[in-house]
């Protein structure tokens, strides 16, 4: 009997083991179908955000946005959404105004760049690069170089680089306050036409007004020399930019009026986007954009097929997006201008501050 009972015992247990593992996996998997259910709640809850920008209706889309991301949480593309819809609306977009800076163009192909740590917006502009702090606005830089600036960044919390357009066994020509253990020295017969945000790569492209146009446009990777050459239809006329890692090229096609997007890793045509000409390209890693500044307006696009997600009306002659997201910056007219970014953790509180109804005050 002692026997008996104990054996009764053990298969009680293992019965009361094995309900115990299959309410756990049960647990588990309803867990996940809820956590993917309310991803796409979000979603499709920022797809009709979207779809209000699109029929131009910034202020229902921005209470739309602000009542799906207190119903269903908060997620990246709901705040984005909810960047673009307060961007959208003239009235509302002063409240993510951070800074303005008065300042006129001289190169026509003048750039806007932020450091690898957010906290310094530079505008890069022929032969002269400004930098100011993006928090508190000071500026920190203004230098002039015997070569064109091509790029910039920043090394820790003391140090610049700067990067101009000559080879690069030349290729950083002037240097403030940086160490000689952080030069670059890569052999190549290319000049540098840009690089790509955060500073890790820089791109030569083909350029029509100096000879020859008929070649790939070409990666170099500043720290470890790794290279790539792809062929993007580019034919040396209009805007061309590389994202931050360079897995992304757009490209101008000037001959078909169009841009063409392109995995540079794996020399793939991801979209064709008819019917636009930009002078400007910017890929944003953070949240994930590509950005056509045209005569017209800034639109916003997916960078992994080129579909169109929103259109600001803006008029900007270069844009830029800090490595974070948190930090948007644009230069039209005779000023920069520093808003919050599409990811910024503000843009939820701003929203609902701009749907709420005004205090009643008192007299």
């Known amino acids: 009997m002692p026997a008996f009972h104990e054996q009764s015992l053990r298969s009680t247990r293992l019965i009361v083991r094995i309900a115990i593992a299959v309410g756990i996996v049960f647990a588990i998997y309803f867990y996940a179908v809820y956590l993917r259910a309310r991803t796409d709640a979000r979603n499709a809850a920022a797809d009709r955000v979207l779809l ?45 105004l951070k800074h303005s800076f008065p300042y006129r163009l001289q190169d026509p192909k003048a750039q806007l760049a ?3 740590d957010s906290r310094f917006l530079a505008i890069i502009d022929g032969f002269t690069i400004t930098v100011w702090n993006a928090e508190d606005g000071t500026q920190v830089l203004n230098t002039q170089a015997g070569d064109r600036f091509v790029g910039y960044w920043r090394i820790g919390a003391r140090h610049f680089g700067l990067l101009a357009s000559y080879q690069y066994v030349d290729l950083v020509t002037s240097v403030i306050e940086l160490p000689d253990t952080f030069r670059y020295s890569q052999p190549s017969k290319d000049a540098v036409t840009a690089v790509a945000p955060d500073g890790d790569w820089a791109y030569h492209a083909p350029n029509a007004e100096r000879g020859r146009s008929d070649y790939p446009i070409k990666l170099i990777n500043l720290h470890t020399g790794e290279k790539r050459e792809v062929d993007a239809g580019y034919q040396g006329k209009g805007a061309v930019a590389v994202n931050g890692d360079a897995t ?19 020399r793939l045509r991801l979209a064709h986007i008819a019917d636009l000409t930009a002078h400007s390209l910017y890929f944003s890693d953070v949240p994930g954009l590509l950005i056509a500044a045209t005569a017209r307006d800034l639109r916003f696009f997916d960078p992994d097929n080129g579909r169109l997600l929103f259109t600001l009306p803006e008029k ?18 005779n000023t920069i201008r520093l808003y919050r970014g599409p990811a910024s953790p503000f843009v939820a509180d701003v929203a609902k501050q701009a749907v709420s109804p005004a205090p009643a005050t008192s007299h």
Request: net charge negative.
């Open 52 to 96: 209000l920008l699109g029929h131009h209706d910034a202020r229902n889309a921005l209470g739309a946005g602000v009542a799906a991301e207190q119903k269903l949480g908060p997620s990246a593309e709901l705040t984005l959404t909810l960047w673009a819809a307060l961007m959208a609306d003239e009235q509302k977009r002063p409240a993510l």
């Open 114 to 116: 932020f450091s690898d």
């Open 248 to 266: 992304r090229i757009a490209a101008q096609n000037a001959g078909s009026n169009s841009i063409e997007l392109w995995d540079s890793r794996r």
């Open 316 to 333: 900007a002659n270069t844009v830029a997006v800090d490595p974070r997201g948190w930090w948007f910056a644009e230069q039209a007219g």
